[in-house]
């Protein structure tokens, strides 16, 4: 019943929104006037006493909240958009749509369908450079959203509708974002089968096996055994975020590349790959702790490429099990980020509680992997012994070694 209601509230504000009044009124608002819970409040009460209707005004100032909030995913574009709050959360970033929609350029597709399209981010990018798109949403309340969002594009159509009901005639090519969650009790919940998505994976297969060419966008977590064989997989992050894994079939698919890390950093994209499936790699080189300690980036972590980083880099890894790989000096790579080893703790809480007391530690920055231990928790112990005066930044790297649990004490680069 709480579903329902929400739905009904959306749809009554989107109703209210698209009134002559309420698209008029939204016009004039900048997204920065609703920054805060106070500024949107006040802003509330100037609109209410300058005699606007209570329902358009709640609506305007919560798709100004959308677009305000949009404006991490969108830039000023967002200011143009119409957002859901569901379309918002789920949407492709801009930037990263505009890669998908290069790769349906670069295969030569004409006629591309968007299946579940959301709010509408890949079809716009897709729209922007000159393709023919089909976008399509089962939700009605997003359909008018998306409608909204893609009316300055001729080459562009809106289908009210679900993925497996859509016909493709005279569509070479298609993109889907399948549904990941669900709404169960009013809260939604990430799904992790790939038949649970919606559309589900087999659904995508059966399209590839039909002669399509697929691009399909999921979550990063999905198990490399899971993923159809002959996809391209490339798992992408963005500024230490790993965001996606797209699945690439058909002529969108790159020839020679099994797996691919896409890195976006302030200074640009830098791509790992590989020709192989992860069950034909070649095992990273195991060896003893060097004088400097590497993270690598999660995507080379998701994709399993971190034998390929080493073979560019050099170094090996302090554990088979473990992802932080370690060298003798200090390197610069995008798909890493390093720093020197001053010293190694026994994982000794009382130990370290201690050793930061004594070295006047008031700000801690703890990492992780193959130890059971939340970060923030065993900050906040490990800090408590420490007096309020305590000003001296350090960073611990906990992690298993075989059997041992240890704590390095290392130095950013």
Known sequence: M????????????????????????????????????????????????????????????????????????????????????????QSTRLMIAGLHARRFEQAQSKHVADLGCGIGADSIAMSSAGLRVTAVEKDETTAAAVTLNLMPFENAEVRHGTAEDTDLTGIDAVWLDPARRTDISGSSRRLFDPEAFSPPLSFVEKLVDDGMDVGVKLGP?????????GAEAVWMSDHGSVI???????????????????????????????????????????????????????AVIRSHLIGTMLEQTGGHLLDEHIAYFTHAEEINTPFARGFEVLAVHDYNVKKLRGWVKANGIGSLDIKKRGVDVTPEELRRILLSGSPKSAKNKATLILARLGEKRVAFEVLPH
């Open 2 to 89: 709480a579903q329902a209601s929400n739905d009904s509230t959306l749809n009554d504000q989107f109703a209210a929104l698209l009134s002559p009044e309420g698209w008029s009124l939204l016009a004039t608002i900048d997204p920065s006037m609703v920054a805060s819970k106070d500024s949107a409040w006040a802003l509330n009460e100037k609109l209410r006493k300058e005699g606007h209707d209570a329902a358009v005004v709640r609506a305007v100032i919560a798709q100004a909240e959308l677009r305000y909030r949009g404006r991490v995913k969108f830039g000023p574009f967002a200011d143009t958009l119409i957002f859901t709050p569901a379309g918002l959360e």
């Open 221 to 229: 977590g999905i198990p490399h055994e899971a993923i159809p064989a």
């Open 244 to 298: 996606e894994v797209c699945l690439w079939f058909g002529k969108l698919k790159r020839q020679d590349i099994a797996r691919a890390a896409l890195v976006i950093d302030k200074n640009g994209a830098h791509e790992l790959t590989s020709s192989v499936t992860v069950e034909q790699d070649a095992k990273a080189p195991v060896g003893e702790l060097a004088a400097h300690i590497y993270e690598p980036d999660g």
